[in-house]
């Protein structure tokens, strides 16, 4: 297989994790015999360095030109101290996903039982939890019109949706489920949002056409609650793009780490694939850094670009067996790891490589 693959380091950690999820895709390649072919773009804080813009033109030709993306991180300290910056790095994630139609997020939940008591959660209610997310991508409140009053007192956000944009996102969601145990629960707040009526309405609509596909409605609130009291009751999650970005990151809690969530950002063309964690400023550059949410956001491109299940599924065994023989970096290490097996970025990543190495990977 011949594919062409854009790597957008982007800012903080990013350019470290990235290095290893496409040395990861360099290893499959060779021991499969695909041909990936690479190309490297900016975009965020060193988009603004450069070019002045947080997605340069250039970087949105090359997207569009690739097969699949491999992101790193986006932000600078710099932006969050400073409210009134009119240009941000984080417009640039946002112009992307819209100019390549990318409005489905899908962000698995993927627990390794060797990592149960890297999370604040009890080892007894995490156990067996296996929830992929569908979060809406190019709606919400991030997209609608924003105004200040004059007098600089009163903000606005516009959370909007149109009818399209839920039924699109809501047929992936529920051909996933179809794939799976057959349960959906979106999530909303229909109890007080018009923009979550129109949602639960259409989902209500969409559920028809999936007749052996179990539906729950739940709102935002009490959903935030039970996936900590009960992640196991989630097998697949639908929702509005606001809600879904704050969901993840509690979720990121049940697998340990931000630092071991991947994701991928689909719609009708060109994939885009993403570790859920920020730039971490604090750490960047002193090989901190978990690279795993990376490696495994490679394994889903594999999976979902190029269809590729055997080669994704080789990558998430050998984390499981660097996971298994007590590796660990800082972020995911507890009390039991031992002081030798704690790794920095460039360690866990030539560990994974090892791993993947062995003939008979199982």
Same mark, same amino acid.
């Given at each position: 297989?011949?594919?062409?693959?854009?790597?957008?380091?982007?800012?903080?950690?990013?350019?470290?994790?990235?290095?290893?999820?496409?040395?990861?895709?360099?290893?499959?390649?060779?021991?499969?015999?695909?041909?990936?072919?690479?190309?490297?773009?900016?975009?965020?804080?060193?988009?603004?360095?450069?070019?002045?813009?947080?997605?340069?033109?250039?970087?949105?030709?090359?997207?569009?030109?690739?097969?699949?993306?491999?992101?790193?991180?986006?932000?600078?300290?710099?932006?969050?101290?400073?409210?009134?910056?009119?240009?941000?790095?984080?417009?640039?994630?946002?112009?992307?996903?819209?100019?390549?139609?990318?409005?489905?997020?899908?962000?698995?939940?993927?627990?390794?039982?060797?990592?149960?008591?890297?999370?604040?959660? @009890?080892?007894?209610?995490?156990?067996? +939890?296996?929830? *992929? $997310?569908?979060?809406? %991508? =190019?709606?919400?409140?991030?997209?609608?019109?924003?105004?200040?009053?004059?007098?600089?007192?009163?903000?606005?956000?516009?959370?909007?949706?149109?009818?399209?944009?839920?039924?699109?996102?809501?047929?992936?969601?529920?051909?996933?489920?179809?794939?799976?145990?057959?349960?959906?629960?979106?999530?909303?707040?229909?109890?007080?949002?018009?923009?979550?009526?129109?949602?639960?309405?259409?989902?209500?609509?969409?559920?028809?056409?999936?007749?052996?596909?179990?539906?729950?409605?739940?709102?935002?609130?009490?959903?935030?609650?039970?996936?900590?009291?009960?992640? @196991?009751?989630?097998?697949?999650?639908? +929702?509005?793009? *606001? $809600?879904?970005?704050? %969901? =993840?990151?509690?979720?990121?809690?049940?697998?340990?780490?931000?630092?071991?969530?991947?994701?991928?950002?689909?719609?009708?063309?060109?994939?885009?694939?993403?570790?859920?964690?920020?730039?971490?400023?604090?750490?960047?550059?002193?090989?901190?850094?978990?690279?795993?949410?990376?490696?495994?956001?490679?394994?889903?491109?594999?999976?979902?670009?190029?269809?590729?299940?055997?080669?994704?599924?080789?990558?998430?065994?050998?984390?499981?067996?660097?996971?298994?023989?007590?590796?660990?970096?800082?972020?995911?290490?507890?009390?039991?790891?031992?002081?030798?097996?704690?790794?920095?970025?460039?360690?866990?990543?030539?560990?994974?490589?090892?791993?993947?190495?062995?003939?008979?990977?199982?």
């Amino acid at each position: 297989m011949k594919k062409h693959i854009l790597v957008i380091p982007g800012d903080g950690i990013g350019p470290e994790v990235t290095a290893w999820g496409k040395a990861v895709l360099e290893q499959i390649a060779s021991q499969y015999g695909h041909e990936f072919t690479y190309d490297e773009a900016l975009m965020g804080h060193a988009g603004i360095e450069a070019t002045g813009n947080p997605l340069p033109d250039e970087t949105l030709e090359k997207a569009k030109a690739s097969d699949a993306i491999l992101f790193g991180a986006i932000g600078h300290i710099k932006y969050d101290n400073d409210p009134s910056a009119k240009v941000r790095p984080e417009q640039g994630l946002l112009k992307i996903r819209k100019e390549l139609g990318l409005y489905a997020n899908l962000r698995p939940i993927m627990l390794f039982d060797e990592l149960l008591d890297a999370s604040s959660l @009890k080892p007894a209610v995490l156990r067996g +939890t296996d929830i *992929l $997310f569908f979060r809406e %991508l =190019t709606g919400d409140v991030y997209f609608g019109e924003k105004s200040r009053s004059e007098d600089r007192n009163t903000a606005s956000d516009l959370m909007i949706y149109h009818r399209y944009e839920v039924e699109r996102i809501a047929h992936k969601a529920y051909q996933a489920a179809q794939a799976r145990s057959k349960r959906l629960c979106s999530v909303d707040k229909a109890n007080v949002l018009e923009s979550s009526r129109l949602w639960r309405e259409v989902v209500q609509e969409i559920a028809k056409q999936y007749p052996d596909v179990e539906t729950e409605h739940m709102f935002i609130d009490n959903a935030a609650m039970q996936l900590v009291k009960n992640p @196991k009751k989630f097998d697949v999650v639908l +929702t509005a793009n *606001l $809600f879904g970005d704050i %969901l =993840t990151d509690e979720a990121s809690q049940i697998a340990g780490s931000m630092g071991m969530l991947a994701s991928a950002s689909v719609g009708d063309g060109t994939g885009f694939f993403e570790p859920i964690h920020g730039s971490a400023h604090d750490i960047a550059g002193q090989d901190k850094a978990n690279p795993l949410a990376s490696i495994l956001s490679v394994a889903l491109m594999l999976e979902i670009s190029f269809g590729l299940k055997d080669e994704a599924k080789r990558i998430t065994t050998a984390i499981d067996h660097v996971l298994k023989a007590g590796y660990r970096t800082g972020d995911i290490a507890d009390t039991l790891t031992q002081p030798d097996k704690i790794l920095g970025t460039k360690a866990m990543g030539e560990m994974v490589l090892q791993f993947l190495s062995k003939p008979a990977l199982t």
